[in-house]
């Protein structure tokens, strides 16, 4: 009997009706926004570079190469960029942000020139009543920016996706007004942000579907609606996809959700949702690669990934509990690894190129000690097991490799 018609899954029931038949795209902020969190070290080019080539592994289909109107150490990392993508014939698509003005939009004319690579302008600027309030900007004001900016990335060749920052607390007309400029002037793509990490579930569907209904629909033309979220509620995942759900063609997210405050929408957590929601393309995608992004991520900005995280966490598939364990061995037992990954999981490890862990601590049973001393070819004799079993019930964490060996009298693996 296959796994699948072992386990009812609830979550199916209105999947039909809520989620996104159609293919969805996934936009990688990691090397522009995910580097705003004042924790972060800035990675280096090549750093960068073997990130980029993580996410064309995992099939991520654009990316943000950063803001090259910042500077010149950010020009030339965003030149390089866009030379490994263009001389590597990769399928990812490039963006570069730009505030609503000549003098960043430029730099990303220049970079197009000098590569050859075909590069989206991602012009964004604030949209709110607090933000309004708070700048002293008037509603023309930003109108008029907005068509300026638009149209000038436009003269020069450039794609554009325009990007109103803290859409979630913006007035319906102001919304309005801002989308029905931008796409007017020829921005082809436009993005809601929840750039506070303001919103719910419920409100990321509404404003989601608000500007599908009364910004996009009513003009007919092919606009691409795009998705940013933040996690200050802990709700950037559920936004994204209750985002989609709206009618959302993109989403943008982070490696190990990396970003200003508690960080952006983790992108690690959408490729996983979507491979296991059936979302297309992501239900055929290969994401064995995901935890060599993950890690290069937390190598190269120094950002660590807690032991109970999502997938790639240390403790992910790991499992020190007599119960489940034994669970895990008696599925194991029947040659089944996809069960033994199901049985205690709600995540398949194999389809991320993990696999279950079994460890031995204070809430183990002998079936643990037993699995252990297998998976290692040590000869399982009743006094061993009753040795080790003991030791894990005296102490108050999971036992390490080094002292299971020293209840068998042997050296641990890294010190023979």
């Not at 280096?44 to 980029?52: A, D, H, M, P, W």
């Not at 950010?74 to 570069?96: F, G, H, P, T, W």
């Not at 297309?280 to 060599?292: A, F, G, I, V």
Request: hydrophobic share 40%.
């Amino acid at each position: 009997m296959r796994t699948s018609e072992l386990i009812y899954d609830w979550n199916r029931l209105l999947a039909r009706d809520l989620l996104p038949a159609r293919r969805v795209e996934l936009n990688d902020e990691t090397l522009r926004d995910g580097l705003q969190s004042p924790s972060v070290r800035d990675p280096s080019i090549e750093e960068k570079l073997e990130i980029l080539h993580l996410m064309e592994a995992l099939g991520i289909n654009s990316l943000d190469i950063g803001l090259p109107g910042a500077g010149q150490r950010a020009l030339d990392q965003v030149e390089a960029l866009a030379r490994e993508i263009a001389n590597s014939r990769m399928k990812i698509r490039a963006n570069c942000a730009a505030r609503t003005h000549e003098n960043d939009i430029r730099p990303i004319a220049d970079v197009v020139q000098r590569t050859g690579l075909n590069i989206e302008a991602a012009t964004f600027i604030g949209s709110s009543p607090i933000r309004r309030f708070t700048e002293g900007w008037t509603e023309d004001f930003l109108l008029q920016t907005t068509e300026k900016a638009v149209k000038y990335a436009a003269s020069l060749g450039l794609e554009v996706m325009y990007v109103t920052e803290d859409t979630s607390r913006c007035d319906p007309e102001m919304v309005k007004r801002l989308y029905s400029t931008a796409i007017d002037c020829g921005a082809r793509a436009i993005v809601v942000c929840d750039t506070a990490g303001h919103a719910t579930p419920l409100g990321a569907f509404a404003l989601t579907r608000f500007v599908r209904d009364e910004v996009v629909k009513p003009r007919g033309q092919k606009i691409r609606v795009d998705w940013h979220g933040h996690c200050d509620r802990g709700f950037a995942v559920a936004n994204s996809l209750a985002a989609l759900a709206a009618g959302a063609d993109c989403i943008h997210a982070c490696g190990l959700g990396t970003g200003e405050r508690v960080g952006n929408t983790q992108m690690d957590q959408m490729l996983v949702n979507l491979s296991l929601m059936g979302v297309p393309p992501w239900d055929k995608q290969d994401l064995s690669r995901l935890k060599d992004y993950c890690y290069a991520v937390s190598r190269s900005t120094g950002i660590p990934i807690p032991a109970n995280y999502p997938v790639i966490g240390e403790d992910a598939f790991r499992t020190a509990t007599g119960v489940h364990a034994a669970a895990v061995v008696k599925a194991y037992k029947k040659n089944d690894t996809e069960l033994a990954n199901a049985v205690y999981s709600g995540v398949p490890a194999h389809l991320f190129g993990l696999e279950q862990v079994i460890d031995v601590g204070p809430m183990s049973g002998k079936s643990n000690v037993l699995f252990w001393l297998e998976r290692r070819g040590i000869p399982a004799t009743d006094e061993v097991i009753d040795r080790i079993y003991k030791r894990a019930k005296a102490s108050d964490h999971t036992l390490s490799e080094a002292e299971i060996r020293e209840c068998l009298g042997m050296p641990s693996e890294s010190s023979s």
